[in-house]
């Protein structure tokens, strides 16, 4: 399966996320959703900073596309930023990083699509 299958598919298809990205942790954009375009900015922000320097991503917020989400967790597991009705989930797997959005459904449903997917590609080693 390729990676945009994975974004494609299993996160953007169930309808809970709206916009979505897999960022190899060693850098690079894997596969990402039409017009999810992170700049080189946001991509080093989530591989160097997210999950390492919690008080800055804390202190700063997250942009992504060019949206400033406020923190509302930071940790080596997972970074959840929200702003009105919309969210974001960036969850680390062995390899890469999930980004996932979502907009108008419950932060909830939008994490166990995030976090299904990045146990998945842990228990297979990505």
């Avoid at 916009?19 to 992170?38: H, N, P």
């Avoid at 900073?49 to 400033?68: S, W």
């Avoid at 597991?77 to 960036?90: A, M, N, Q, S, T």
Wanted: hydrophobic share 40%; net charge negative; proline share 3%.
């Amino acid at each position: 399966m390729s990676w945009q299958s994975y974004v494609d598919d299993h996160l953007i298809a169930t309808g809970k996320i709206c916009k979505a990205a897999i960022i190899g942790k060693q850098g690079g954009v894997w596969a990402a959703s039409a017009g999810y375009d992170l700049s080189q900015a946001e991509q080093n922000f989530i591989t160097q900073t997210a999950f390492t320097d919690p008080d800055t991503v804390r202190g700063g917020g997250i942009t992504l596309n060019g949206f400033k989400f406020m923190t509302i967790q930071a940790n080596p597991d997972e970074v959840i930023g929200r702003k009105g009705e919309r969210g974001v989930f960036l969850i680390p797997t062995t390899q890469a990083i999930l980004v996932g959005e979502y907009e108008g459904t419950p932060a909830g449903d939008g994490n166990v699509i995030v976090t299904k997917l990045a146990d998945y590609l842990k228990g297979v080693g990505y």
